[in-house]
């Protein structure tokens, strides 16, 4: 035992020299403004040694992109930025507002959760500025969100575009396959995948804790295209109960596809390996032939093997999950709201900054980004899904909506909800799931 | 009792120790073997398929603690935060813890045991019951009936090292002076007494006598809230904040992974920098470890 430890310590130690040695630090410096540059940010005013928190659920290498985003805005305001990312978003930013040490700026990623803080008076309204930028640039869908009894608090920040089938390019022009435009279209391309021998669609829904949600998205995205968006806002209120035969309905259409053996899980086995498999590794499949679509967020670009070309013309794209026909053009997506918990004139005017259009596209720039703002330059977008998450979004024909189960109380969103639909893969009966989840919605 | 201890260290219970202890590495071998395979290895097949293939890499090391980018790692710097973190939040209990117990144990005053019972009893109750009363403690200071008391403590960057130290330490000290309480008070009352008649003062008598004497338990101690404090996630999280300046490296540990977990291959060598430093404490303190895990527990 000692021996063997001290051979391990050994080794790691090891491991820390030589790779000690092969380090070459070359961090990407913002390129250096000029005080021409900074004519840009003259309106922001100078707030010379100012600092601004921020807190947000961005983490890693997006949250870089950010950083490295705000520097010239911080050198020629003089501000100073400090961004804090957690995975603990939700319980921490209320631990920090109780104990009295709120940020200045937080994105919330939950409209539920924001409309919780701002009615117990924790936020400050946006000022006026701000709500003029907003309602410049987002559509009255997004703007809702950042409503709260009335008063505008948060302008929405980035995007993601839920309503997508990833599939591969060439199979679909090897075998003759067209991406289809009405549900109808879709269930008959999957019979006829399904019929030449391959099961057309793969999924998973494991997730750590949060085990279940990929399924909530499938279900989400279909009530709003079977219901409609009104009746879709009705039911993420709980004024639709969630054992209404009508959503019975729809969510039995999505049990058509993911309960049915002979269309899941390609790649991976029988329906029930959907929930033991890695929503990270869902699509994968994909790659090496063994299942044609797979439903997922537009940040699944991410999670494709490393040299998978993410294009039109590439091995994986996706296509927009259709609506009933052609013309209706619902769209599930995801954002973050900037909130701001106080209201010193150096946070009003990084507020405003992070309203512009010009700051979505400094940051799409960068890298992966998705704005849902009007007048974002897309030849800014840094990948063709982005391009195509966008271009959907700016569409005046699309009706957006929120993803349902960020809206819902936590005990239903991120809890009942989860278990009910991993419950649901496993075998147990769409009435019976339902009933439990309506059960636990909390009284109110 | 004799036929059980026998059974116990038969040849066949020997084995069976084996076979667990086997059974229980395989795991972190498993995790070790990963860190030093390529990240799309690690996706795509399973550890043990590493003996067919066999191919090492360090570069999930490399990315982990010394990445340029804020993006991968930087646990280097992270680490140095938890050492500064942790070194003070094992002393100052184990110091205070000392006295303490030393005065419940040795001094006759009244209320003695009242005040040890209420020190025990605070053992029960959970921490995370006083994290937000302790966070507005420093952030908007202490206030009753609009009297302010005590000034807010503003504490900003590598200041919230002290937050941090001051929440380990109230956090740790219920628990410390219990069990140096229950290890002094089995010292022989003799010892002290002949100290006493030779002119010692309990000042002399502590450093002289009593804190030789307790040695194994003070170490055991340490591990454990070493231990802790290293491995402490909430309260890092919440009194250091998230920031590069302060954080310790178990918050950093959990924002690696990325946003949407798409980088959770760091978390192989992640993990295994974060034991390092544990494993060495743990190895080099195991003669006291074994010791002191009964101090306390076990009468006469």
């Known amino acids: ?444 | 009792m004799t036929s059980v201890r026998a059974s116990l260290s038969s040849r066949t219970a020997s084995l069976v120790a084996l076979l667990i202890a086997v059974l229980w590495t395989t795991p972190t071998f498993g995790l070790l073997l990963s860190s030093f395979r390529q990240e799309d290895q690690i996706k795509s097949t399973g550890w043990w398929t590493f003996f067919s293939a066999p191919e090492l890499t360090l570069e999930n090391y490399q990315e982990v603690l010394f990445g340029a980018s804020s993006s991968s790692g930087q646990l280097a710097s992270f680490l140095i935060n938890s050492i500064v973190i942790t070194v003070p939040s094992v002393l100052f209990p184990l110091a205070f813890g000392s006295f303490a117990a030393y005065a419940l144990a040795w001094l006759p005053f009244r209320g003695r045991d009242w005040i040890y019972i209420g020190i025990f009893a605070l053992q029960v109750v959970p921490l995370q019951m006083a994290l937000v009363p302790l966070l507005s403690f420093f952030s908007q200071g202490v206030e009753v009936f609009g009297l302010h008391l005590l000034p807010a403590w503003n504490l900003e960057g590598t200041g919230r090292f002290v937050q941090v130290w001051f929440a380990h330490t109230c956090f740790g000290l219920p628990l410390s002076i219990f069990l140096l309480h229950n290890f002094m008070s089995e010292l022989p009352g003799e010892l002290m007494e002949a100290a006493r008649s030779d002119g010692a003062t309990h000042g002399m008598i502590f450093r002289r006598i009593v804190l030789p004497l307790v040695a194994p338990a003070l170490a055991s101690l340490a591990i454990f809230q070493f231990l802790w404090v290293w491995n402490d996630l909430l309260v890092g999280l919440i009194f250091a904040g998230g920031t590069a300046e302060s954080a310790p490296m178990t918050v950093r540990l959990a924002q690696m992974a990325g946003t949407r977990g798409n980088e959770w291959q760091r978390l192989t060598a992640g993990a295994f920098v974060s034991v390092i430093i544990p494993l060495v404490v743990f190895l080099s303190m195991q003669r006291y470890f074994v010791r002191g895990l009964l101090a306390g527990s076990v009468k006469g």
């Open chain 1, 1 to 444: 035992m000692a021996f063997a430890s001290r051979l391990l310590v050994g080794a790691v130690g090891l491991a820390l020299v030589a790779t000690g040695c092969g380090s070459t630090s070359t961090a990407p410096e913002a390129e250096g403004s000029t005080s021409a540059d900074c004519a840009a940010f003259s309106a922001y005013g100078k707030h010379d040694g100012k600092k601004v928190s921020v807190y947000s659920p961005i983490r890693d290498a997006e949250a870089d992109l950010f950083q490295q985003n705000w520097k010239p805005f911080e050198k020629c305001t003089g501000m100073k930025i400090t961004y804090e990312g957690t995975g603990e978003f939700e319980a921490q930013i209320q631990v920090r507002s109780d104990g009295g040490t709120p940020p200045d700026l937080a994105f919330f990623p939950q409209p539920g959760l924001l409309a919780r803080f701002a009615k117990a008076g924790k936020l400050k309204p946006a000022p006026a500025e701000v709500k003029t930028l907003a309602e410049e640039g987002w559509s009255k869908d997004w703007l809702n969100y950042g409503t709260v009894d009335g008063a505008f608090y948060a302008a929405p920040l980035g995007a993601s575009v839920k309503s997508f089938v990833w599939y591969s390019p060439k199979t679909f022009q090897e075998k003759g396959w067209k991406v289809p435009t009405t549900w109808d279209e879709l269930m008959t391309l999957t019979e006829t995948i399904a019929a030449g021998g391959l099961k057309p669609w793969c999924a998973g829904i494991e997730s750590g804790e949060a085990t279940g949600w990929p399924a909530t998205d499938w279900i989400e995205d279909v009530i709003l295209r079977e219901l409609g968006p009104e009746e879709y806002d009705r039911w993420v209120a709980h004024e639709l109960k969630f054992n209404d035969p009508k959503v019975v309905a729809a969510v039995d259409k999505v049990g058509a596809i993911l309960k049915n053996d002979k269309y899941v899980n390609g790649g991976y086995g029988p329906v029930k390996s959907i929930a033991s498999t890695a929503f990270q590794e869902g699509g994968v499949p994909i790659t090496t032939g063994k299942c044609a679509m797979h439903r997922q967020a537009s940040f699944y670009a991410n999670f494709w093997p490393e040299g998978t070309k993410v294009a039109q013309d590439g091995d994986v794209f996706a296509f927009y999950l259709p609506g009933k026909d052609a013309s209706s053009k619902p769209v599930l997506g995801a954002g973050e709201f900037v909130a701001a918990f106080t209201d010193r004139p150096e946070v009003k005017a990084f507020q405003r900054y992070l309203a512009t259009a010009e700051h979505a596209n400094a940051r799409m720039k960068l890298g992966t980004y998705v704005s849902a703002r009007k007048g974002v330059d897309l030849a800014n977008a840094q990948n063709p899904i982005d391009k195509l998450s966008m271009e959907m979004l700016g569409d005046p024909a699309t009706v957006f909506r929120f993803d349902g189960s960020d809206l819902m109380p936590a005990a239903v969103g991120s809890g009942s909800f989860w278990k009910g639909m991993t419950d649901w893969i496993n075998g147990k009966d769409t009435r019976t799931v339902l009933d439990y989840i309506d059960a636990s919605w909390p009284p109110s």
